[in-house]
């Protein structure tokens, strides 16, 4: 909205229209910092003043957490029995600010705006049917893990075909005029990044990938959004720990997006894959910092209300995207430290129950084992915290290695 604004004023300021040079504070709207800035305040901002509204609505309609029983979870079910009936769907408040914020700050047909804000409303929409089940049954299971995969895999495999086969998306670094001409730092005759090629900050070579996949990257970013989407899931499972997780995360990104459009900073200081368009996603990513910070503001220990899997899916299928786009899918597995650790233990606690039949940890996801250890949940959930800034900022410093 605002940046078609600024497109308006822009022409008629060039054509000397006097409205124009009066209005000239729209200039703002040409800076992605300004926008990206001004989406992640108005979504706190609108997480902050229709929360409550959200939880009243949430409440009256009765959809309260089904909790698992003490035959389920013995000790845990103790811990938690207090959460029973805490709103759970609080997720279509993140959904919701988000995607106002990038309309209003960002420019929806950007292929990497349109398609992280496609994947965030699409894997919603399908945790908000997990949900539903949940509360209408009055049961902690809903749609069967067969069959929310398999939707999950096809919102992945359109995301990554979308990614794949989109022409601004499909080329990374410079023109073939710019490395022709041997500007930006590039060798004479060496090639962009392609869209199906693999990158990691810590590669031998600089400027080059460590494989290209060719057409099989499609299921490869499928995995990626798939895998990063339940990997969130599974950790919101303490009061504000995914949220609060999602924010470090995401604002890695941002930053991240804005410097991978970024041409001098991308090909000549720190050597990663640049397009043009990218930098537009800083605004959708700090659009979703600020509507998780809003969010917290309710889910933060005791939590008034819980995103559930229509937040905790649409948030992993948005941060999974944006790996994917700004080409630092490999760096997620850092940045995202804390979903990998999470994923991870329930991976491992499932696979050692079935072949050894022993249990590696007293319960998975990982947060829960920390838990029965005796920590108490505000401790898991700040140290956690902790963790995930430590690895976000970690994996921030290996952009500058290669």
Known sequence: MLP?????????????????????????????TFRAAS???LSFILSVIFG??????????????????????HKLAELHGGKIGTPTMGGVLI??????????????????????????????????????KKVKEKK??????????????????????????????SGFGA????IADGLAGYRLGQNPIGIGEICFPLASAPKESIIDLGWMIIPFFALVIVGCSNAVNLTDGLDGLATGTTISVALSYAFIAYLAGHFYMATEYLVIPHNRYIGELAVFLMALVGASFGFLWFNCHPAKVFMGDTGSLAIGG???TAAVCVKQELLLIIIGGVFVMEAMSVILQVGSFKMRKKRIFKMSPIHHHFELLGWHEN????????????????????LKIA
């Open 4 to 32: 078609a604004l600024y497109d308006y004023w822009s022409n008629a300021f060039e054509h000397g229209a006097d409205w124009a040079k009066t209005c000239h504070f729209l200039n703002l709207f040409q800076y992605i």
């Open 39 to 41: 989406a992640g305040l």
């Open 52 to 73: 409550p509204r959200v939880i009243r609505q949430l409440i009256s309609l009765k959809v309260g957490q089904p909790i698992r029983t003490a035959a389920e979870v």
């Open 95 to 132: 959904i919701g600010s988000v995607l106002v914020s990038t309309l209003v700050f960002a420019r929806p047909l950007n292929p990497f705006i349109a398609v992280c804000a496609c994947t965030m409303a699409a894997c919603g929409l399908l945790g908000f049917c997990d949900d539903y």
């Open 140 to 169: 902690s299971d809903g749609i069967s893990s067969r069959k929310k995969l398999g939707w999950q895999l096809v919102i992945g495999l359109v995301a990554a075909s979308f990614l794949y086969f989109k022409k601004e998306i």
């Open 175 to 178: 023109t073939p005029q710019q």
């Open 318 to 320: 948005a941060l999974g």
């Open 379 to 398: 401790q898991v959930i700040i140290r956690f915290w902790i963790i995930s800034i430590m690895l976000a900022l970690f994996g921030l410093a290996l």
